[in-house]
């Protein structure tokens, strides 16, 4: 795994850390700069020194989602055999599910695009895309595809019956033609 610290202090990057265990425990709601300090064991002025309010650590969580995501997509499209697409769907799925409080922090609301390091939406797209032949269009819709199909997963909206698995090929074949 590649190193996510974004040049941030070894304090700055327990602080991350920290939030993102107390995120992917508890979710969104559980992330509080208090109950990080907590966490910590330090006062919450104290992570004011690190980060100036707690859109600051929300962002910085964001970019290790998108960091991982371009890690998960990347190794996706290497080992891809004559069929990329597919395998970037896996690897897209497995992410969000296993992260489904990070994949939520960072999906339901604007992207912080200014703050996040120079480089990486576009490095965690560039799979997607080369899979898309180039195409930026196809690409946006594939990935909605996606998104829908795992935002719908992870609140659980699903009939408990459903083949998932079916309506996600069903879904890659219909975007493939």
């Known amino acids: 795994m590649a190193d996510q610290s974004n040049g941030r202090s ?10 993102r265990a107390l995120l992917e425990e508890e979710g969104a709601d559980a992330l509080t700069m208090r109950r990080l300090a907590d966490r910590l064991g330090i006062k919450a002025p104290s992570l004011y020194k690190h980060f100036p309010d707690k859109n600051a650590v929300e962002t910085a969580l964001i970019s290790v989602l998108f960091e991982e995501m371009a890690e998960a997509l990347e190794a996706a499209e290497a080992r891809a055999s004559s069929d990329p697409l597919a395998e970037l769907f896996v690897a897209y799925r497995t992410y969000a599910l296993a992260h489904p409080h990070l994949y939520r922090l960072s999906t339901e609301r604007p992207l912080p695009r200014e703050a996040l ?3 990486l939406e576009e490095r965690t797209a560039m799979p997607l895309v080369r899979a898309c032949g180039g195409s930026e269009h196809l690409s946006r819709a594939v990935w909605a595809f996606a998104h829908g199909m795992v935002a719908l997963e992870i609140h659980g909206r699903f ?4 083949d998932l698995d079916k309506a996600w090929r069903t879904g890659l074949t219909a975007l493939a033609a």
């Open 159 to 162: 009939p408990p019956d459903a």
């Open 10 to 19: 070894p304090r700055a990057q327990q602080i991350v850390e920290t939030a």
């Open 117 to 119: 390091p120079e480089g």
